[in-house]
C-alpha cells in the first residue's frame, strides 16, 4: 500500500475546492483545511470541446476565449463561435459549459435567449446540487422571466426538500443577497438551514454570513445560531476562526457577546491546544486579539514542557500572533522542538517570519547542531537561502532527474514529479505527462496506478471529470487499496465519493485509521450514526485486536468535540486491563489531564527503586515519549553499563542521548567492523538523517553488509534492501548487491524472493525479470515459503498473487497454518477473493485438530471478512478465548 502523501499541488487559480475536496498540500502553500478558495463559485477546470485541439485546455481556452472576444474582430467571429460550440455541446463537462455561457453572458443580451435554451437542461436535470445552483445563479442574471423563475429555484434549492441532496453530495451552497429580491424569503432559508442539525457545518456557517450581510434585522438571528452551534459541540478546533468570521459584519456588542461564547470553550474540561488556538482565532476575528484569558492558555501550554511538541508550538505561534511582544519566546519555543512533524515544524517557522520575528540567529545555531536531524538542519538552511538562485536551478536539476528516471521507484517519481511543479510551474506541465503516462501504463501494479493517479489529480490544473470518474472507478478495481479509496472519499464530492465512503464505512475488513478517514459530524451529519454504531462494535467486537479497539476510541472522539468524553472513558476501563500501555498512550494523546497524570506516574515509578527493572525501562520510556530524553538521561546513562541491556538497545538510548552527548560514540559503533553486524545495520540507519557523511557512511557500512557472504542471509538482505533508500549511491550499490542474492541458490528460498521482491519495487525496468524469477519459485520450497512468495508476485500482480494463493489455501494437505496465511494474504491482495478465504478461514477455525491459536486467528479473519458468517465466527471466539481463563475482551 502506498504511503499517505506528504504533500502535493496547491489549487489552480480558479478553481473550486469544496469542502470535502482536499488537495494534497503543498509547504508554504497550504490552505486551512476543507476552505473554499476566494474566488467566484463554479470555476472548476474542465475539458474542451471534442474534436477540437487548441493549444490550452478546459478554463484556460475558455478564457483565452473570451479574451479575443472582447478584443472585437478580426478575433470576435471565431472566438463568438468556438463558446457557442462549447455551450452546445451536450457532450462536454457541464461546467465547462456554464463557463461558456458565462463569458457569452458578457458579451452582450444577443446571446441571453441561447443561453437560457442551453442551460436549462443543466438547471433542470443535473443531479449535482451545485452545478445546478450556479446555472440558475447565471440564469438570474439574464434579462426577462428567466430571472424570475431563476429567482424561485435558488430559494427551492435552499429549502428542505434539497437538503438531503446537499449532503449526500458533500457539498453545501452559498446563498448571496443577490439571489432574489426577495431578502425576507431568503432570510428565512438560510435561518432553517442554520438551524438544521442535518445540514453540514459548512452550510449552517455560510448560513450565518449571509444572514450578517442581509443586515441589521437578521443579526440576532446569526448571532444565536452560531452560539448554538458552538454549545452543541459540534464544531472542530479548525473551524472555530472560520466560524467566527461569518460574525465580523456585527456590530460591536453583538460582537462581544460572541467572544464570550467563544471564551467559554476554554472553560470546560480536557481544554486541548487545538481548542485554545481556534479560540484566540476566533477573538481576533472578532476584534479581541490579545484577549488576556487567552493570552494566559497560550502561554500556559506554550512553556509546558509536559505537553507534547505539537501542541507546543502551535500554542506558541498563536501567541505570536495575539502578543506580539511575546514573539520572541515564541520563537524559541519552535526552534527547540526536536519532535513532531517537520512539515509542521516549518510552516511554524514561517508564520513566525512573516509575523517579523527574528529567526536568523536561531536557524543558523539549528544548521550549525550536527546532532540536529538532517532534515531539519535543511529546513533551516533553505529559510536562510529562501531566494538563493543557484540552489533553486539545482533543486529543478536533480528532481527532473529523478521524475525522467526509469529506473526510480514510482514513489520517489511521484515526489519529484510534485516537487518540480511546487519549483517551478512552468515545469508543471512536464510532471503532469509523466504522471498521467505513470497512471496508465498497464506494466505497473495497481498501487503503483494508484499513486500516480492520485497525485496526478492532485497536481492537475485541469481536473475534469473524465479524471475523477475514471479515479471513481478505479476505487472500485477489486485491487484497489483502502488508501486508495479512502483518499479519494475525502478528496471528491458527489454520488459516487459517497457510496466510496459507505463503502468503506460498511467494511469491517478496512483498519480504523483508513475506514473512518476524515469523518466528522461537521462534514458528515447524515453518516456520523453509521459511524458511531461501527465504532461501538469495533470496541466490544471479539475479533478485534487490541489496537484496533484503542484506535477506535480515538477515531470516537475525532468525530467531534463532544464524542471526546465518551472515548476518554472507553480508553481509562481499557488502561487497567492486560494491553494497558496502549490504553494509556492513547489517552495522553487525547487529553492534557491523563497525559500529566500518565507523566507524574512515570516518575513515581522511577523514583521507586524497589520497583523491577522492567517497570523502571517501561517508565523511562513513558518520559522519553511524553516529555524528552533530556527528563531520564541520568537514568539512560546508568543502564548503558548494564548487562541486561543488549546491544540494538545501547544504540537506541544513544540516540536518545544526542543532544547531550552527541553521536560520537553512536558512529564510532557504525564503522566498526569488530562490532555486532546487526548493531552496525542498525546504526547506519539510525544515523542516515544527520549529516551527508553519515549518510556516505551508511552506504558504505550496508554495502559491507549485504555483500558479506560470512553474514546472516536475512541480514544481508535487510542490508540490501536499506540501501535502496540511501540515495543515488546507495541504489547503485544496493542493486547488484540485490541481484546477487537473487541468483545465489545457496541462500534461503524466502532471502531470495524478498530480494527479488524489493528490486522489482525500487527498480522497474529489472521488474518483469524479477517476476520472472519469482514464478519459478512460486511452486519449489516449503509451502509457507509458497505462500510469501505468491504474495510477493501479488504486490505487481494481483491477479496473479491471489490465484496462486487460493490454489495453495484450498489445499488441505498443507496444514492449518500455510491454509490461514494463504486465505488471509489472498483477502488483503483482491476484495473479490474474501469468499474463498472466509470458506477457508470457517474451515481452519472449525478444525479441532488445529492449534488453538491458529483457530482463533482464523475465528477473527472469517469475521472481518464475512458478513454472513460473523455471528457464527463470533460465538467460535468466545468459545476458544474463554479456554484457560482467557476472556474476549480486546484489552484482556
Known amino acids: 500500500m502506498p504511503p499517505a502523501a506528504r504533500g502535493g499541488g496547491a489549487p489552480a487559480c480558479g478553481s473550486r475546492r469544496p469542502h470535502g475536496h482536499r488537495q494534497p498540500q503543498v509547504v508554504g502553500r497550504a490552505q486551512p483545511r476543507g476552505r473554499r478558495s476566494g474566488v467566484r463559485r463554479g470555476s472548476r477546470r474542465a475539458a474542451p470541446a471534442p474534436g477540437r485541439a487548441p493549444a490550452g485546455t478546459g478554463y484556460e481556452r475558455t478564457a483565452a476565449l473570451a479574451w479575443l472576444a472582447a478584443a472585437g474582430e478580426p478575433h470576435r467571429a471565431a472566438a463568438v463561435d468556438d463558446l457557442r460550440d462549447v455551450l452546445a455541446d451536450t457532450a462536454a463537462d457541464p461546467r465547462l459549459r456554464l463557463e461558456a455561457a458565462t463569458q457569452l453572458a458578457r458579451l452582450g443580451p444577443e446571446f441571453h435567449p441561447e443561453i437560457v435554451e442551453q442551460l436549462g437542461e443543466i438547471a433542470h436535470r443535473r443531479r449535482d446540487p451545485d452545478l445546478r445552483y450556479d446555472a440558475w445563479r447565471l ?63 459548512d452550510a449552517r456557517r455560510s448560513a450565518a454570513t449571509t444572514l450578517v450581510t442581509l443586515g441589521r ?28 468570521r461569518s460574525l465580523t459584519g456585527l456590530g460591536h456588542a453583538p460582537r462581544g457577546e460572541a467572544a464570550e461564547a467563544f471564551r467559554e470553550l476554554l ?11 481556534g479560540v484566540a482565532g476566533a477573538l481576533d476575528h472578532l476584534g479581541h486579539r490579545g484577549d488576556p484569558e487567552v493570552v494566559a492558555a497560550l502561554e500556559r501550554i506554550a512553556v509546558d514542557e509536559t505537553a507534547d511538541g505539537d501542541s507546543r508550538g502551535e500554542a506558541a505561534v498563536a501567541l505570536a500572533r495575539a ?143 473524465g479524471l475523477r470518474q475514471a479515479n471513481l472507478l478505479r476505487a472500485r478495481d477489486p485491487a484497489a487499496t483502502v488508501w486508495f479509496q479512502a483518499r479519494l472519499a475525502q478528496r471528491y464530492r458527489g454520488r459516487e465519493a459517497r457510496e466510496t465512503r459507505l463503502a468503506l464505512l460498511d467494511d469491517p475488513a478496512v483498519a480504523p485509521g483508513d475506514r473512518f478517514a476524515g469523518l466528522t459530524t461537521w462534514d458528515d451529519p447524515d453518516l456520523v450514526a453509521a459511524a458511531e454504531s461501527a465504532l461501538e462494535d469495533l470496541l466490544i467486537a471479539p475479533e478485534a485486536l487490541p489496537a484496533d479497539s484503542a484506535e477506535a476510541a480515538v477515531t470516537l472522539a475525532g468525530l467531534s468535540p463532544g464524542h471526546l468524553p465518551r472515548a476518554v472513558g472507553e480508553l481509562a476501563g481499557f488502561s487497567q486491563e492486560r494491553f494497558g500501555r496502549l490504553a494509556w498512550d492513547k489517552l495522553a494523546e487525547l487529553d492534557p489531564d491523563w497525559r500529566r497524570r500518565r507523566i507524574a506516574e512515570a516518575h513515581a515509578v522511577l523514583a521507586d527503586e524497589s520497583r523491577p527493572w522492567r517497570d523502571h525501562a517501561e517508565a523511562s520510556e513513558v518520559l522519553v515519549d511524553l516529555v524528552s530524553p533530556e527528563a531520564v538521561a541520568g537514568y539512560l546513562r546508568g543502564v548503558l553499563d548494564d548487562p541486561v541491556v543488549g546491544d540494538l538497545d545501547r544504540v537506541e538510548i544513544r540516540l536518545l542521548l544526542r543532544d547531550l552527548d552527541g553521536l560520537g560514540a553512536l558512529r564510532r559503533i557504525r564503522d566498526d567492523d569488530r562490532a555486532p553486524a546487526a548493531t552496525r545495520w542498525t546504526a547506519a540507519n539510525r544515523l542516515a538523517g544527520f549529516t551527508v557523511a553519515d549518510r556516505a557512511a551508511g552506504v558504505r557500512t550496508l554495502h559491507a553488509l549485504a555483500t ?162 460473523r455471528a457464527e465466527a463470533r460465538d467460535l471466539l468466545r468459545r476458544l478465548t474463554h479456554v484457560a481463563g482467557n476472556t474476549t475482551h480486546p484489552f484482556a
Open 139 to 201: 440564469l438570474r442574471r439574464l434579462d426577462g422571466p428567466a430571472g424570475e423563475r431563476a429567482a424561485a429555484e435558488l430559494l427551492h434549492l435552499l429549502g428542505p426538500d434539497e437538503a438531503a441532496t446537499w449532503v449526500a453530495w458533500r457539498d453545501f451552497p452559498m446563498p448571496q443577497v443577490t439571489d432574489t429580491e426577495d431578502n425576507e424569503a431568503l432570510a428565512r432559508a438560510v435561518i432553517r438551514v442554520l438551524r438544521d442539525p442535518a445540514r453540514r457545518g
Open 217 to 244: 434585522p437578521y443579526h440576532r438571528d446569526a448571532l444565536d445560531g452560531v452560539i448554538a452551534l458552538l454549545r452543541s459541540r459540534t464544531v472542530p478546533d479548525a473551524e472555530l476562526p472560520w466560524l467566527a
Open 267 to 277: 472553560r470546560g474540561r480536557a481544554v486541548t491546544a487545538g481548542i485554545v488556538c
Open 323 to 465: 502578543a506580539p511582544d511575546r514573539t520572541g519566546a515564541a520563537a524559541a519555543v519552535v526552534l527547540s522542538s526536536r519532535r513532531g512533524s517537520d512539515y509542521r515544524w516549518e510552516t511554524r517557522l514561517r508564520a513566525l517570519a512573516a509575523l517579523g520575528t527574528d529567526l536568523v540567529p536561531g536557524l543558523r545555531d539549528v544548521t550549525a547542531a550536527s546532532a540536529t536531524k538532517r532534515l531539519r538542519r535543511e529546513i533551516a538552511a533553505a529559510l536562510l537561502a529562501e531566494l538563493d538562485p543557484g540552489r533553486r536551478e539545482a533543486a529543478i536539476g536533480f528532481v527532473r532527474r529523478v521524475l525522467e528516471d526509469e529506473r526510480q521507484s514510482i514513489t520517489d517519481r511521484c515526489e519529484a514529479a510534485k516537487n518540480l511543479a511546487q519549483l517551478d510551474d512552468s515545469l508543471a506541465g512536464r510532471s503532469l505527462t509523466v504522471l498521467r503516462r505513470l497512471a496508465g501504463d498497464q506494466e505497473r501494479a495497481a498501487h503503483e496506478h494508484e499513486l500516480a493517479a492520485y497525485w496526478w489529480d492532485g497536481l492537475s490544473q485541469d481536473r475534469t471529470d
Open 708 to 869: 558479506d557472504r560470512a553474514c546472516r542471509p536475512t541480514l544481508r538482505w535487510r542490508a540490501g534492501r536499506d540501501l535502496m533508500s540511501f540515495g543515488g549511491r546507495g541504489r547503485e550499490l544496493g542493486a547488484p548487491a540485490l541481484h546477487e542474492m537473487v541468483t545465489d541458490e545457496a541462500l534461503p528460498q524466502l532471502v531470495r524472493a524478498d530480494a527479488a521482491r524489493t528490486l522489482a519495487g525500487h527498480r522497474p525496468d529489472l521488474r518483469a525479470e524479477m517476476l520472472g524469477f519469482l514464478q519459478r519459485l512460486r511452486h519449489t520450497g516449503k509451502p509457507l515459503a509458497r505462500v510469501q512468495v505468491c504474495e510477493a508476485i501479488g504486490h505487481f500482480d494481483s491477479l496473479d498473487g491471489a490465484r496462486g494463493l487460493r490454489t495453495l489455501a484450498a489445499d488441505r494437505s498443507l496444514g492449518p497454518r500455510v491454509r490461514l496465511r494463504g486465505a488471509a494474504a489472498m483477502a488483503n491482495l483482491r476484495a473479490d477473493h474474501r469468499e474463498q478465504a472466509a470458506l477457508v478461514a470457517r474451515e481452519v477455525a472449525h478444525d479441532e485438530a488445529a492449534p488453538r491459536h491458529v483457530r482463533v486467528k482464523a475465528a477473527r479473519l472469517l469475521a472481518r471478512v464475512s458478513r454472513l458468517c
